[in-house]
């Protein structure tokens, strides 16, 4: 209750969610699916903000982007072990529904710094997926085909994909537009699908 933030507390005290909880969200994750054994998905997103806090802490660095550069892969590691600490969580409740990890999507394909950057931390969300049984949505493979026209470039911007900032309607935040959460929800449903053919399979 008490990590690092980079908005969330203040912008649910101010946007209460659709769900109501005073714990961690860890906390009500598994408080809920142990009081709800039929719940059939839980889709986890995780991780942006921890690389939004290093790059804000590098800011007033001497070198900030060797500050990031260093900083990376022990940002990294941590989104790793929070991502196992969180499967592992949600597994030894007994769900036995399909858990699913929602990947990122690069805020502009033709910057190839910023794509890896995304691909690296996708990297790190997903490492453990396969060994608590879970899925990926690969948002971030969506939105690539979705801004891959002549008009869009490969910019997710110009694909009408992310929200328009709020100090300049010409340019986006990073947070996804009506179209963008429609193209996730699209994935996630997917991918679903996809699982719960699977499990007809093996049965």
Do not use: W
């Amino acid at each position: 209750m008490t990590g690092a933030d980079n908005g969330c507390r203040p912008f649910r005290a101010n946007f209460p969610l659709h769900a109501a909880y005073s714990a961690t969200q860890l906390d009500f994750a598994t408080d809920f699916l142990q009081a709800h054994p039929k719940t059939r998905l839980v889709t986890i997103g995780i991780g942006a903000n921890d690389i939004f806090l290093l790059q804000r802490a590098c800011v007033t660095a001497l070198n900030p982007q060797t500050c990031f550069n260093t900083g990376l892969p022990g940002v990294l590691a941590t989104i790793g072990a929070n991502v196992e600490t969180i499967l592992f969580a949600l597994r030894a409740t007994d769900f036995r529904g399909v858990l699913m990890v929602v990947n990122y999507y690069s805020l502009d394909y033709s910057d190839p710094a910023s794509t890896a950057l995304t691909a690296l931390l996708n990297q790190a969300i997903t490492a453990s997926a396969h060994a608590h049984g879970a899925v990926v949505a690969d948002v971030f493979t969506a939105f690539k085909t979705a801004a891959s026209t002549s008009f869009a470039g490969g910019k997710t911007c110009n694909a009408g994909l992310l929200n328009a900032s709020p100090q300049n309607q010409f340019t986006c935040d990073v947070h996804p537009s009506q179209s963008g959460q429609k193209l996730i929800a699209q994935t996630v449903e997917q991918t679903y699908r996809a699982a719960i053919a699977a499990e007809g399979d093996d049965d």
